[in-house]
């Protein structure tokens, strides 16, 4: 019962000054990714390098979602889970870009 304030998410900031942290493949400590960019990034940057999946989608698209991948990377890197707000916005704007990019039969459809 004495720790139910450490419920309250701002109190929890606040009373504790920490965040969620996990380990990552390697065994390091690290924020925990709450909004899933990173798992997103490394599923889907490994995927636009096949020459399968590469072959379907047209240059111009590619170049662009390689374009975005490549910022998002850059930005998961530079922000490492601090800002909850412009992760999920990436998240979402990679997700409308691939959907009109990729055509309905293709495997990352």
Not at 22 to 44: A, I, M
Request: glycine residues 6%.
């Amino acid at each position: 019962l004495p720790f139910l304030v450490f419920h309250v998410p701002l109190l929890r900031t606040l009373l504790s000054h920490t965040f969620a942290t996990g380990y990552n493949r390697e065994g390091q400590c690290v924020r925990q990714d709450q909004t899933g960019l990173g798992s997103f990034l490394k599923w889907l940057a490994p995927l636009l390098h096949k020459r399968e999946i590469r072959a379907q989608i047209e240059g111009s698209k590619l170049t662009k979602l390689d374009e975005e991948v490549g910022k998002a990377i850059e930005m998961n890197v530079n922000t490492a889970g601090r800002n909850k707000r412009l992760t999920t916005h990436k998240v979402k704007e990679l997700e409308l870009l691939l959907s009109a990019s990729v055509p309905p039969a293709h495997p990352l459809f």
